[in-house]
């Protein structure tokens, strides 16, 4: 069973901005502690760039923290991404992620590619 539903991804410039979404399924949303945002570059292990926890504190890693914010709405149980001033070292696959009290989730990967 698919939990965690993720299109886009998608080509950018550099300097431009991307937006993911990440639609979870009723089925593991109402237990939901943590969502983030992962990605994995080519040559690199997959990395957490950004998380929130239920009660809406975030965090992001430095290479993201200004440029990228993470939402949630959860009357649409969906999950989301903004990517501003993107840059040619963002390139890789975005996973989102969830962690409830049964486990944990991922999506299918996103691919976002910045061209300089």
């Known amino acids: 069973q698919v939990h965690l539903v993720e299109p886009g991804g998608g080509l950018v410039q550099a300097g431009g901005t991307l937006n993911l979404s990440c639609e979870v399924s009723?089925?593991?949303?109402?237990?939901?502690?943590?969502m983030a945002w992962y990605r994995q570059s080519p040559g690199k292990e997959r990395e957490l760039i950004c998380n929130?926890?239920?009660?809406?504190?975030?965090y992001y890693v430095d290479s993201v923290k200004g440029r990228f914010t993470i939402s949630r709405v959860d009357a649409k149980r969906t999950l989301f991404l903004q990517m501003r001033y993107l840059k040619p070292e963002d390139n890789a696959v975005y996973y989102c992620y969830v962690l409830n009290s049964g486990g944990d989730f991922w999506g299918q990967g996103a691919r976002v590619t910045v061209s300089e």
């Open positions: 009723e089925t593991i949303f109402g237990n939901v502690n943590i």
């Open positions: 929130i926890l239920s009660g809406g504190f975030t």
